[in-house]
DNA sequence: GTAGATATGTCAATATAGCTGACCCAAAAC
DNA sequence: GTTTTGGGTCAGCTATATTGACATATCTAC
């Protein structure tokens, strides 16, 4: 053991402060844009993941999100009477629905992603590549523990 | 430029999934903890930063918390009746209340992150050392665009 | 010492985003 | 043909935040 300062409780408490700082602050950059729409944090989240994941299915959604279908309906329902997204029944399975953005709505999320885009790009900008690299690969590791 | 693919928009797209995944399983993890006293994440989120700065007032919490007074009064409030916090007038300014953890918020607070440690913890233990420290060193370009 | 600014506390109403539980229909799987 | 799965919906509740108004104590500046 060297110098894992970083493993130490008060260096993993600073972690778990900054996260949530990073979250706050990356997720809070398009409430404005959002608000001129109606639409809060809920629904930027399913329309970030539908425009990620074009074609994704209602349960999908669910288990990305994971909230209730209950919680997800009244954001889909909202977007859907916005003309934001549309649903297509699954050519496979018909029981499923296929999410999709249509024009007004990939028109909104590239006005959201433009707001919300700045902040990381310029941090990434201001970092050499090997440590986006490295900050990527560590994400991946807190994601899937 | 190189290889600055990280710099694309669909690479950002994803990291802002990212970020928001690092933050939800985060703070999860200690949620069935919170609830056996009856508390939830604005709570937690209070008694984390009480924990790291120790003696902080309530215009510094309202800071860092970055929500209304209103909002976290009755945080606080929920706190000073279970006996987790106690608030003391400053000693310079009396109109300042300095919140402290007392016994019972220590305990509560050393449970909460025991839980909320392991996933940190070993995200990090799985990583080499020059990756987490890079890593911090892009959250913090992150929170302070 | 008084006027104004600051730090905190509180009441009331509202918004947002989540939850549980119950129930429905259509389509697929067996 | 029965059961399971994917999706939709109603109703009521909880947690966390908001806005706006107002109260009190204390500090600062004149």
């Not at 919680?71 to 649903?87: E, H, P």
């Not at 496979?92 to 990381?120: A, M, W, Y």
Request: aromatic share 10%; hydrophobic share 35%.
């Amino acid at each position: 053991m060297r110098d894992l300062l970083y493993l130490k409780d008060d260096q993993i408490k600073d972690f778990i402060e900054e996260i949530f700082y990073a979250y706050r602050e990356t997720y809070s950059d398009p409430k404005k844009i959002l608000k001129k729409y109606s639409f809060g944090t809920a629904h930027h989240r399913a329309i970030h993941l539908i425009e990620r994941h074009e074609g994704l299915t209602v349960s999908e959604l669910l288990s990305r999100l994971k909230i209730t279908k209950q919680s997800l309906n009244r954001v889909l329902r909202d977007l859907i009477n916005n003309k934001t997204i549309i649903l297509k029944k699954g050519e496979v399975d018909s029981r499923h629905r296929q999410i999709f953005l249509n024009e007004k709505g990939k028109k909104l999320f590239e006005e959201i992603f433009l707001e919300q885009k700045k902040r990381i790009y310029n941090a990434f900008k201001n970092s050499d590549s090997d440590s986006v690299i490295k900050f990527k690969k560590v994400l991946k590791k807190i994601i899937n523990e």
